[in-house]
């Protein structure tokens, strides 16, 4: 299993473009999520899916969209990239079986916009 | 709305002492409480996790113990080893299926030799 994958693993994006942060997992979860890492403020929660076409709104949404059409992938889109965006961004899932609710990370992303 | 709130952000202990981090929660409907531990430039990786039913599990030289009353959790690190340098990330989940986790800031453990 290669768990959770995240592509790309460095972006460097202008202000005002957009991308689209690929997030895949091979382990048949049903809970994905994407969180950003800056200094000193922990992990935030911007979007997560309990499942294939279901998605709701973490901590810091705003700016950032999701979609879930499959159970293996999650992306993570900009729709308008600004400097506040650049951070760490890391994509999790785990499974819904099961007492535990351990979340397996992916390796992140770092994004830097100019 | 829903809160975690990690103290302190940062402790530097001497090896072989010990390291408690402590963890307060807002939402009395959370009902899973999992530790990470990230080593510098790596992703986060579960170290050790609590229900709300339980009040105390320990792991080797790792143990967590929840107030569900107080709404406070904390990790007790004994015996302190270099390896033991990392950021911790406390961590509350709630919601269906205890899903939708917040992180605690963080705090940066230095263990000196």
């Known amino acids: 299993n290669a768990g959770v994958t995240q592509t790309p693993k460095f972006q460097v994006l202008k202000t005002g473009q957009s991308m689209t942060l690929q997030c895949a997992q091979d382990?048949?979860?049903?809970?994905m999520s994407w969180y950003r890492q800056d200094p000193g403020m922990g992990l935030r929660l911007i979007h997560y899916s309990v499942g294939a076409g279901i998605t709701d709104q973490g901590e810091v949404p705003n700016g950032y969209n999701v979609s879930r059409s499959t159970t293996e992938d999650f992306p993570l889109r900009l729709l308008s990239a600004a400097p506040s965006q650049t951070s760490v961004y890391f994509c999790?899932?785990?499974?819904?079986?099961?007492?535990?609710?351990?979340?397996?990370f992916g390796p992140g992303t770092r994004l830097t916009v100019l | 709305g829903e809160n975690v709130e990690q103290h302190p952000s940062t402790l530097s202990v001497q090896e072989g002492d010990s390291a408690v981090i402590k963890c307060t929660y807002s939402d009395s409907a959370s009902n899973y409480f999992p530790w990470y531990k990230q080593e510098l430039g790596k992703r986060p990786q579960l170290i050790i996790d609590i229900r709300s039913n339980v009040g105390e599990k320990k792991d080797q030289r790792i143990a967590v113990t929840l107030n569900k009353t107080a709404k406070h959790f904390s990790l007790h690190i004994t015996e302190t080893q270099p390896e033991d340098s990392a950021v911790y990330f406390c961590a509350a989940s709630m919601g269906t299926g205890g899903f939708k986790t917040i992180f605690g800031a963080g705090t940066r453990l230095f263990v000196k030799a």
């Open positions: 382990m048949n979860h049903e809970y």
């Open positions: 999790a899932s785990s499974s819904q079986a099961g007492a535990y609710n351990e979340q397996f």
